[in-house]
T-cell receptor
């Protein structure tokens, strides 16, 4: 069956450093991958989308890579700030008979300490 | 601001007592989704509507039903809540099924079953 794996252990880093979060998937070949941010007790918020033919996508301090050979996406936050502390979810697009749906990973908690 | 609104934010019900959660959107999006998210787990898609067309996920229990009376509103009915149904329920919308369509989430309803 299809699996999406994100680090279940929280990532603790110091302010100003680069945070790198990993999303691995198996038994699937998504054409698109999305990253979302979720704060405690809130709904996820869309951050970035990357296509299978794009190696890298950037938006301000965020960078996402997508390696379809390794079946892995990396999500980087450069110059991290305490306000970046949240859970980050990756989501793969899965084609269905009726259209497309997103399948989410469980997310990785990021804690940025000042 | 265009948004997705969920009411109530917190709902307490008794074991077996029917409960309805509501979602409304001002984005005029075609698709409305309902997800269940338990602590430290991935959001799990229960079902969704594309306009009036209802699509149920294969593993969604019959205990969960949904209604979409118009474009703006969608309801989640839990007919006989069990203790295992305690979770955050997230409503989301998207413009359509296009691969690049991001999903917009509401703040969620936290359901407690006593």
């Amino acid at each position: 069956s299809q699996k999406i794996e994100q680090n279940s252990e929280a990532l603790n880093i110091q302010e100003g450093k680069t945070a790198t979060l990993t999303c691995n998937y198996t038994n699937y070949s998504p054409a698109y991958l999305q990253w979302y941010r979720q704060d405690p007790g809130r709904g996820p918020v869309f951050l970035l989308l990357i296509r299978e033919n794009e190696k890298e996508k950037r938006k301000e301090r965020l960078k996402v890579t997508f390696d379809t050979t390794l079946k892995q996406s990396l999500f980087h936050i450069t110059a991290s700030q305490p306000a970046d502390s949240a859970t980050y979810l990756c989501a793969l697009l899965r084609a269905m008979e009726y259209g497309n749906k997103l399948v989410f990973g469980a997310g990785t908690i990021l804690r940025v300490k000042s | 601001d265009a948004m997705v609104i969920q009411n109530p934010r917190y709902q307490v019900t008794q074991f077996g007592k029917p409960v309805t959660l509501s979602c409304s959107q001002t984005l005029n999006h075609n698709v409305m989704y309902w997800y269940q998210q338990k602590s430290s787990q991935a959001p799990k898609l229960l079902f969704h509507y594309y306009d009036k067309d209802f699509n149920n996920e294969a593993d969604t229990p019959d205990n969960f039903q949904s209604r979409r009376p118009n474009t703006s509103f969608c309801f989640l009915d839990i007919r006989s809540p069990g203790l295992g149904d305690a979770a955050m329920y997230l409503c989301a919308t998207s413009r359509g099924y296009r691969e690049t369509n991001e999903q917009f989430f509401g703040p969620g309803t936290r359901l407690t079953v006593l």
